[in-house]
């Protein structure tokens, strides 16, 4: 017979956190093609990666996010490079989740009403929705742009754009 190991109930409470699992941090970055495919495939890894960390109540929502900022790279930031590529990183610190994706255009994304007839246009009023904060910033080394949304790790937060 196979002993199972007892932990008592404060040990499960400081285990679990107040609100559930506690984040486990992380940073991941990766290079991908400019190509709508890649988008769809780092999506699955995301979600994955955010229920393996703990984060499974905010995958729908981030992912949702992180997607439109690579849609947003790729159709805008790098429409006027052949063979393009973006960077995407993501990173959790415990208390907040980042993402951030680096394309080579200067031009600065806009918060924008779509038409209700219009299939596209809706990008970055969804990230706005669903990110704590936003901004833009320029890479270190100085090409292009860095479009980031964050959240929190935990359920209750406020939404901003920097």
Same mark, same amino acid.
């Given at each position: 017979?196979?002993?199972?190991?007892?932990?008592?109930?404060?040990?499960?409470?400081?285990?679990?956190?107040?609100?559930?699992?506690?984040?486990?941090?992380?940073?991941?970055?990766?290079?991908?093609?400019?190509?709508?495919? *890649?988008?769809? &495939?780092?999506?699955?890894?995301? $979600?994955?990666?955010? %229920?393996?960390?703990?984060? =499974?109540h905010? #995958?729908?929502d981030?992912?949702?996010? *992180?997607?439109? &900022?690579?849609?947003?790279?790729? $159709?805008?930031?790098? %429409?006027?490079?052949?063979? =393009?590529?973006? #960077?995407?990183?993501?990173?959790?610190?415990?208390?907040?989740?980042?993402?951030?994706?680096?394309?080579?255009?200067?031009?600065?994304?806009?918060?924008?009403?779509? #038409?209700?007839?219009?299939?596209?246009?809706?990008?970055?009023?969804?990230?706005?929705a669903?990110?704590?904060?936003?901004?833009?910033?320029?890479?270190?080394?100085?090409?292009?742009?860095?479009?980031?949304?964050?959240?929190?790790?935990?359920?209750?937060?406020?939404?901003?754009?920097?």
């Amino acid at each position: 017979m196979t002993e199972v190991p007892h932990r008592s109930p404060a040990e499960m409470r400081a285990e679990l956190g107040a609100d559930g699992p506690v984040p486990r941090s992380f940073a991941l970055a990766v290079a991908l093609p400019a190509d709508r495919e *890649a988008i769809g &495939l780092l999506r699955h890894d995301l $979600v994955d990666l955010l %229920r393996t960390s703990g984060l =499974g109540h905010l #995958a729908d929502d981030f992912v949702l996010g *992180a997607q439109e &900022l690579m849609a947003n790279a790729v $159709v805008h930031g790098c %429409r006027r490079v052949h063979d =393009g590529t973006i #960077a995407v990183s993501v990173s959790c610190d415990g208390q907040r989740i980042r993402f951030k994706v680096q394309d080579p255009s200067d031009e600065q994304p806009r918060v924008r009403a779509a #038409a209700d007839e219009a299939m596209s246009g809706r990008g970055m009023l969804i990230v706005e929705a669903l990110a704590d904060r936003w901004g833009v910033e320029a890479p270190s080394d100085g090409t292009g742009k860095s479009v980031w949304m964050e959240m929190s790790c935990t359920p209750a937060s406020g939404r901003e754009a920097a």
